[in-house]
């Protein structure tokens, strides 16, 4: 048998449906895909490979798919801290955003972005944020997977008028990527509270004729379902379900307010919940209940949400805190185990997605997205389960290689597809020009 590239790791975290921890184990690669994993002596003396690495001490895992972010957000990265939610927003991001955001921004801070993710074995990310053809195009160009947010508010921005507008936009983006290897779409209707309910009920016909994911804040605060109480005697959760927006394409991101009845009807109606745990500590949002979501069956994949809320996009560090929040939420050591969370970062995400049968673990057949982490620093020895390390003590410095459908857009640590100087040089002049024009 031939293969394109034949990787030999210490370790493998297939996350497949078996969890399967395989040592001294081989992946080879053909035309993108997996071709086989099998014992490495075994690949040695079957396939022929025009390339072949060797891992030592690393562990080799799916790519890590980061469910919810603005990815352009990286440029807005620290500047404003310590808020709450509506008070963050409000008073300083829109301004900035307003007075800011046009295609040079989201080219420049997408770029940003993606080098982040990448260098920390992010090999896909749901992004929600305007100028969405600028990020698909940015990301197609970097040879990266992206889920890019056809998105929708009821307020004009340069980007575009009115809901309508911005459903206009998103149709046209749609049509442009239809069939690309790596670029998806997905609907992105900010949040219950910014969208108004003809343009929901629109989303939910328009998600159905196209099969596609709805990309949603919902259940942030509890300031937004009791803002919603007074306001229409309706919680978000029902409102959403009302206009037909609840089934397997939602996928509703924080849900740190949830009744025991709404986390029931999640799992029977199949919707996915996406658990951003940094920037709901950061934020003050309130708590997702991971455990018992995860207990009734509920999809919970994971998100860093956007740089100005988080302060990173670093998948890996986000599993940690999941494990350790979603502990201490459940008062329980076993809740939210490393081996969920690894789900969560990557299957769990593929699901949510919609991309299943493509990405989210290692099997034959599937695209070839991995990330090899190198486990020999001295703070994650010695090994007595890969896992453990991966979750609870590994950086994301330590991820040293990381392909997307099987290209390499990582080695060594470095960028194969970006260029990390021009990156850095861009977002500091736009960091310095905000900083100067205030908002
Ligand atoms: C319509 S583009 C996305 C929009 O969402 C804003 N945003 C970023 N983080 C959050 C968050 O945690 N909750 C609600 N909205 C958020 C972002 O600034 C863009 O305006
Ligand atoms: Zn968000």
Redesign the pocket.
């Known amino acids: 048998m031939h293969a394109d590239l034949l990787i030999h790791a210490e370790w493998i975290l297939t996350v497949d449906p078996e969890d399967c921890e395989l040592i001294d184990h081989a992946v080879a690669i053909a035309d993108g895909h997996i071709q086989a994993i099998l014992p490495y002596d075994e690949a040695r003396r079957t396939i022929a490979a025009t390339e072949v690495i060797e891992l030592p001490g690393h562990v080799l895992i799916p790519g890590l798919i980061n469910a919810h972010t ?1 990815a352009a ?1 990286t440029l807005l990265r620290g500047l404003a801290d310590d808020l709450p ?1 509506m008070t963050w ?1 409000h008073d300083h ?2 301004p900035t ?1 307003q007075r800011w955001v046009d295609p040079t921004f989201v080219a420049a801070g997408t770029r940003l972005a993606i080098l982040e993710m990448l260098r920390g074995g992010v090999t896909c990310y749901n992004d ?3 100028y969405p053809e600028v990020a698909a195009q940015v990301s197609a160009e970097a040879g990266m997977r992206a889920v890019i947010g056809m ?1 929708v ?1 009821d307020f004009p921005t340069r980007y575009a008028a009115a809901a309508d507008d911005y459903i206009a936009k998103g149709l046209a983006l749609h049509d442009f990527y239809r069939d690309h290897p790596l670029i998806r779409l997905a609907w ?1 209707p ?2 219950p509270y910014s969208v108004a309910d003809d343009p929901l009920s629109q989303i939910a016909r328009l998600a159905q004729d196209l099969k596609v994911p709805v990309h949603l ?1 919902l259940h ?1 605060t509890q300031d937004e379902v009791q803002t919603a109480l007074r306001e229409r005697s309706e919680r978000p959760f029902a409102r959403i379900e009302r206009l037909g927006l609840m089934g397997p394409q939602l996928t509703a991101v924080h849900m740190t307010q949830l009744e025991d009845f709404e986390i029931a009807h999640l799992a029977e109606t199949g919707a996915s919940v996406i658990h951003c745990p940094e ?1 709901n500590l950061k ?1 003050a949002s309130g708590f997702c209940p991971v455990a018992k979501l995860l207990e009734a069956g509920v999809n919970v994949a994971l998100g860093t ?2 740089a ?2 988080n302060n990173d996009l670093n998948l890996l560090g986000e599993m940690r805190t999941a494990a350790l929040l979603g502990k201490g939420v459940a008062g329980s050591a076993a809740a939210v185990s490393a081996r969920e969370v690894l789900r969560m970062a990557t299957i769990n995400g593929a699901r949510a997605l919609g991309l299943e049968r493509e990405i989210g673990s290692l099997e034959v057949g599937k695209s070839a997205d991995l990330v090899a982490v190198d486990l020999r620093d001295p703070h994650t020895q010695p090994v007595y389960h890969p896992l453990s390390q991966l979750i609870y003590a590994a950086g994301r410095h330590q991820v040293r290689q990381v392909w997307v459908r099987g290209r390499q857009l990582i080695r060594d640590g470095h960028p194969t597809s970006l260029h990390l100087a021009e990156i850095l040089a861009e977002a500091q002049i736009w960091g310095r020009r905000i900083a100067a024009g205030g908002r």
Do not use: Q, T
């Open positions: 603005h957000m939610l927003l991001i829109w955003e929600m944020y305007f998105i508010v992105a900010h949040a804040h942030e920037s934020l949400d956007g100005a809320s």
